[in-house]
């Protein structure tokens, strides 16, 4: 695990926090006011990937002025306001001629026609400008303007908040790894023959900021196509996050946030290894992430590390490990104040008792995590669980009773997920589907079962699971003595032809 060189010679500009926004969110949690905004933004056909931690940055003042799809829902969310009135600065003064002439000549990456995240320009340093990476993702962001023919200024952008079109015509066109390409080049987060030949500077605000953003890129991407395809694109930006630490950071701040960033980069890319079956590659970048954080103290990616490692644990046959693994990230977790997070781990352990037959520990670790999950949200909720609500609990829950052969409670508890599961977690909807459909055919109603089937292949098309096939698989052999049962047939028949 590398470490890092640190200096503060140059103290970070705090940032003025954004009193006027941080008002209209009112009583809700940050992750509630994300979720108000990116209905707002379906309400008038934006597309945003709006969560906890950039509610977080505006009101902290980190983005002084949003882009043009956020500006646009702020408006319509608040009508008769103006982006003053919501503690905005104005598009000219960050972004504008008078921007550029108040600093000077432009850089390298201006004069090439990159621009830069709003939030970020006033604290770039000079030594930043012209890390390697840096002018790398300006390079890269102006090809990919020139190759996909985007809409809006912000959408060319490498660390936007907003999967563009361009993302969804690529998966249709050309699978998950088509997407990983056109999402995760322009952050340039890659490494290859240039990248090679000569180590990085010490790396700043920009790259802090572009690690995290291909955190959130691949969590979205994972969320509406699954894992196949994205696992090998990936694997690069991992690569390139550990050589930055290697070369250390311009301040503290900067390698907290490098650490904590290739944490959450390890354990999103063990994820895509994990649902794509590869768990002893996921295995490794699990232990990775848990190393990273031992060594910086970080308990909440020491329990998000132990969370995975359980469920990787429950999936590979390793119930024991399971259940330890889960009590050690309550453990870790547990000083955080996330009841939230503290629900989901106890359906981890719940997993692990399921796997060792344990119905008494698994329905006691099921009643804790349902007690916990009724506290609510909280502010205290990590970033990562954006998709942890009432379906994932109920799904969850479906899983642990299949474990224990109780088909019914199963089939009842995963149509309850598929029915409750956000519309952009298409993924999960695939994911539940299955479950139930597999729970139905177990439990003897071939023609429900072949009915729920049919519904994951008609979502295949979207997305790529290689846990999700499987299953299918498996449903499919269950379902071969019924094959005259109404809706069997074509489901075998459609299950063989996607495989084949």
């Not at 132990?306 to 693994?325: I, K, S, W």
């Not at 909280?378 to 474990?403: H, K, R």
Request: glycine share 8%; with cysteine.
């Amino acid at each position: 695990m590398a470490s890092s060189t640190v200096t503060s010679s140059q103290p970070e500009r705090p940032a003025r926090p954004n009193l006027a926004f941080r008002q209209l969110r009112g009583r809700r949690s940050p992750a509630e006011f994300a979720a108000l905004v990116r209905r707002a933004a379906r309400e008038i056909g934006e597309r945003v990937s709006c969560d906890a931690r950039y509610i977080g940055r505006v009101e902290a003042g980190e983005i002084r002025c949003p882009n043009y799809a956020y500006e646009r829902v702020f408006l319509h969310m608040f009508p008769g306001r103006t982006l003053s009135d919501l503690g905005f600065a104005s598009r000219s003064s960050v972004r504008g001629r008078a921007a550029r002439t108040a600093a000077g000549p432009a850089g390298p990456a201006e004069s090439r026609g990159g621009s830069e995240p709003y939030e970020s320009r006033e604290t770039r340093e000079t030594e930043e400008t012209h890390h390697p990476l840096v002018l790398q993702a300006a390079r890269n962001s102006q090809d990919s303007q020139e190759q996909y023919e985007l809409h809006e200024p912000h959408e060319k952008h490498p660390l936007n908040h907003e999967e563009s079109d361009v993302l969804r015509r690529a998966f249709m066109t050309g699978g998950g790894a088509t997407v990983a390409a056109a999402a995760l080049a322009p952050l340039g987060l890659t490494t290859g023959a240039a990248a090679a030949e000569r180590p990085p500077r010490r790396a700043g605000t920009p790259e802090a900021a572009a690690l995290e953003e291909a955190v959130r890129r691949i969590r979205l991407l994972d969320d509406r196509h699954g894992a196949d395809g994205l696992y090998r694109r990936a694997a690069a930006p991992l690569r390139a996050a550990y050589a930055l630490l290697d070369a250390g950071a311009t301040r503290q701040t900067t390698a907290d946030r490098l650490h904590a960033g290739a944490g959450e980069l390890a354990i999103s890319v063990g994820w895509l290894a994990h649902d794509s079956g590869r768990f002893d590659d996921a295995r490794s970048h699990y232990a990775e992430a848990l190393a990273t954080a031992r060594m910086t103290g970080d308990p909440a990616l020491e329990a998000h590390a132990f969370c995975n490692t359980a469920f990787l644990a429950r999936d590979a046959g390793r119930p024991r490990e399971a259940v330890r693994a889960a009590q050690a990230a309550q453990r870790a977790a547990q000083p955080l104040g996330s009841a939230r997070l503290l629900s989901l781990l106890a359906l981890r352990e719940a997993g692990g008792w399921a796997g060792l037959a344990d119905r008494t520990g698994c329905e006691q670790a099921l009643a804790r995590a349902q007690a916990l999950f009724e506290r609510g949200r909280s502010d205290a909720d990590p970033e990562w669980m954006s998709f942890y609500g009432e379906a994932e609990l109920e799904g969850l829950e479906a899983q642990c009773w299949s474990t224990l052969g109780d088909w019914r409670r199963a089939s009842r508890h995963a149509r309850r997920a598929a029915r409750l599961q956000d519309p952009h977690f298409t993924r999960n909807i695939a994911l539940y589907t299955a479950e139930l459909a597999d729970d139905l055919a177990r439990e003897g109603r071939p023609d429900e079962a072949a009915e729920a089937g049919l519904r994951v292949l008609a979502l295949l098309d979207q997305v790529q699971s290689s846990r999700i096939q499987t299953m299918l698989a498996g449903t499919a052999r269950v379902l071969l003595p019924h094959r005259r049962a109404p809706g069997v047939a074509e489901f075998l028949d459609r299950q063989r032809a996607r495989r084949a």
